[in-house]
């Protein structure tokens, strides 16, 4: 992302410069425009589409006492809700940008590479932390953990909870609001084949999980990764104030491995395992279910073809670090040895200067 210059000519209006200046008021208008619509009879069925959640279904349950439980399931309805959310998190974006990041990389003074490298780990650090926190409740209230069976066990999931389903809306909203955000935040060419790699790759998963009902299992995959990605962008804001403190991408680089073990082991026995021996097999698009050999091979494959990628864009990171740390190593070595070779031709110049004005009889009584 490159510096804003703030200048006190105003850029014409409808221009990019115009636009990308004020992004934040114009996406805001069109938010409200949705909010203002539920106030009025005519308008109302059409905003609650984008504001409010979809598909809701009621379940009676007939134990002692009678009481309606109240879930949902996805259908096409759900991408207006998603297009109403990534409107707000461009706002909650350009929030954090102007009265957090802009503030201290003021105060840092950093570098055009720095800065960039600071905003995007400020802003991820943000999303993973509150995502994770997210997930993790649900992950406890939804007894995941301590019932690791549940993850295939009364397959296809086609019911979730409010929480649930509004935790999968937000994340497509989310990585679908970074696509603006690259031209919102004037993102720089060789660094956009970059970001679009990751984006689609995170779009690809959250809507796979939660169009085939894989939605617990990709509950749990999500903590996860968004656990290690947070300690590598908070090792990364750390190491920015202070390029001393490195621990934490020590720390982080043992995690992203068993992070990806994790990952792998918990597909295969879900997919690989928990699915191929369920009594429900077979595809029914109406019942939403969707074990098939097919369709547990190709979600295998695309995760394990997922974590292959990022462990071979980790090592390259790690081996591209030890070879800089190699280099700075050798350069420090080189520096004390330069330094007194340059003493020594110094002291033996002088030398030479001091007997040069001597007789031979008197240079020869000096060496005796």
Request: aromatic residues 14%.
């Amino acid at each position: 992302m490159a510096i804003r210059k703030k200048t006190n000519k105003n850029p014409p209006m409808l221009s990019h410069e115009f636009v990308i200046q004020n992004h934040a008021d114009i996406v805001s208008c069109l938010a409200m425009v949705f909010l203002l619509g539920l106030m009025f009879e005519v308008t109302s069925k059409f905003a609650v589409l984008f504001i409010t959640v979809q598909y809701n279904v009621t379940i009676t349950t007939n134990e002692l006492e009678e009481t309606t439980v109240n879930h949902f399931h996805h259908g096409i309805k759900d991408l207006a809700t998603t297009f109403f959310y990534m409107l707000v998190a461009v706002i909650m974006h350009a929030i954090i940008q102007e009265y957090v990041l802009d503030k201290i990389n003021r105060k840092k003074h950093f570098s055009k590479t720095k800065h960039s490298k600071f905003n995007e780990s400020g802003q991820l650090s943000t999303f993973y932390l509150f995502s994770f926190g997210w997930g993790a409740s649900l992950l406890l209230s939804e007894n995941l953990l301590s019932n690791p069976v549940s993850l295939w066990e009364g397959y296809p999931h086609t019911l979730m909870p409010f929480q649930l389903k509004f935790f999968f809306v937000c994340q497509l909203a989310y990585w679908l609001h970074a696509l603006p955000e690259l031209y919102f935040q004037k993102t720089k060419k060789e660094d956009i084949p970059r970001q679009l790699v990751y984006i689609f790759l995170y779009l690809v998963h959250i809507a796979g999980a939660y169009i085939l009902n894989l939605n617990r299992l990709g509950l749990v995959l999500l903590v996860l990764h968004y656990f290690v990605e947070l300690l590598f962008h908070v090792s990364r804001l750390i190491y920015f104030s202070n390029e001393s403190r490195q621990t934490g991408f020590t720390i982080w680089a043992v995690l992203f491995v068993l992070g990806r073990l994790l990952t792998l082991s918990l597909s295969v026995l879900t997919v690989g395992f928990g699915l191929a021996t369920s009594e429900n097999q077979g595809f029914d698009l109406a019942a939403g279910n969707f074990n098939v050999i097919f369709v547990r091979i190709t979600v295998l494959a695309t995760i394990c073809i997922t974590q292959a990628f990022m462990m071979w864009k980790f090592i390259n990171f790690q081996l591209r670090r030890w070879r800089e740390h190699a280099q700075a190593q050798t350069l420090k070595k080189k520096a004390p040895s330069k330094s007194k070779s340059k003493k020594d031709k110094a002291n033996g110049v002088n030398g030479v200067n001091a007997h040069a004005g001597d007789s031979p009889k008197a240079r020869k009584e000096k060496s005796s």
